[in-house]
T-cell receptor, first 118, second 118 residues
Framework: DTGVSQNPRHKITKRGQNVTFRCDPISEHNRLYWYRQTLGQGPEFLTY????????KSRLLSDRFSAERPKGSFSTLEIQRTEQGDSAMYLC????????????????FGPGTRLLVL | AQTVTQSQPEMSVQEAETVTLSCTYD???????LFWYKQPPSRQMILVIR??????QNATENRFSVNFQKAAKSFSLKISDSQLGDTAMYFC???????????????FGKGTLLTVNP
C-alpha cells in the first residue's frame, strides 16, 4: 500500500494559464475526493467520485474547474484561466467505499499540490 | 449545513504532559462520524482518531482519546504523554452518514496549531 500520491507537489503559474493536477488513490479505493486548503484554514470540499462517476460538486467549484476520473482509478483536476485567488493547496483523498477494505468512512489524504498563481 | 468550530487557534504543551484540544459542531443530523486529523509541518494529513456518533463509548488510540458529548455537540481530543512529534496542526472534522450508509464529504474546522516544547 503506497498511499495516495499527488503530482506535481508544487506548481507556479501565471494568471490566465491552465493547470492540471493528478491524484493516484490507494488501490482498491472506490471513492476519491478533492479538497482545497488556503492558508490558515481547514480543507474545503470540492468534489468526489464513486469509481468514475462524479457524484457531487461544491459550489466552490466554478466553471473554470473540472475534474475527471476516467477509468475509476486516478483523477485529474484542471483549472482553466487561473486567477490569483486560486492559489491554495489542493488535497486529494480516497476511501474504500462500499466494496472496499478496512473502514469505509475513513478518508486517506495525499501530500497535496501547492499552487501559486502570479 | 454542518459547521465545525475549533476555538483555540494555537496551543502549547510541555513534553510528557497532557493537552486537550476543543471542538464543537452544529448539525441537525443524528447519524454521523467525527474525526481528528493531524497535519504536521510536511503538510500530509494523517488520521488520528474517529468516532461514530451512535457509539456512546469514547474512542481511544494509544495516547489519543476523545471526549464525545453528543448532546452538547462537543468532541475534544486529549493527547497524553505529549511528544515532540505531536507538533502539528490538528483539525476536527464532521462527516454525515447518509441513509445509504455510504461515505460523504468531510467538513473541517479551522484547526488548532499545537506546539510541544522540550
Amino acid at each position: 500500500d503506497t498511499g495516495v500520491s499527488q503530482n506535481p507537489r508544487h506548481k507556479i503559474t501565471k494568471r490566465g494559464q491552465n493547470v492540471t493536477f493528478r491524484c493516484d488513490p490507494i488501490s482498491e479505493h472506490n471513492r476519491l475526493y478533492w479538497y482545497r486548503q488556503t492558508l490558515g484554514q481547514g480543507p474545503e470540499f470540492l468534489t468526489y467520485f464513486q469509481n468514475e462517476a462524479q457524484l457531487e460538486k461544491s459550489r466552490l467549484l466554478s466553471d473554470r474547474f473540472s475534474a475527471e476520473r476516467p477509468k475509476g482509478s486516478f483523477s485529474t483536476l484542471e483549472i482553466q484561466r487561473t486567477e490569483q485567488g486560486d492559489s491554495a493547496m489542493y488535497l486529494c483523498a480516497s476511501s474504500p467505499g462500499l466494496a472496499g477494505l478496512g473502514t469505509q468512512e475513513t478518508q486517506y489524504f495525499g501530500p497535496g499540490t501547492r499552487l501559486l498563481v502570479l | 449545513a454542518q459547521t465545525v468550530t475549533q476555538s483555540q487557534p494555537e496551543m502549547s504543551v510541555q513534553e510528557a504532559e497532557t493537552v486537550t484540544l476543543s471542538c464543537t459542531y452544529d448539525t441537525s443530523e443524528n447519524n454521523y462520524y467525527l474525526f481528528w486529523y493531524k497535519q504536521p509541518p510536511s503538510r500530509q494529513m494523517i488520521l488520528v482518531i474517529r468516532q461514530e456518533a451512535y457509539k456512546q463509548q469514547n474512542a481511544t488510540e494509544n495516547r489519543f482519546s476523545v471526549n464525545f458529548q453528543k448532546a452538547a455537540k462537543s468532541f475534544s481530543l486529549k493527547i497524553s504523554d505529549s511528544q515532540l512529534g505531536d507538533t502539528a496542526m490538528y483539525f476536527c472534522a464532521f462527516m454525515k452518514r447518509d441513509s445509504g450508509g455510504s461515505n460523504y464529504k468531510l467538513t473541517f474546522g479551522k484547526g488548532t496549531l499545537l506546539t510541544v516544547n522540550p
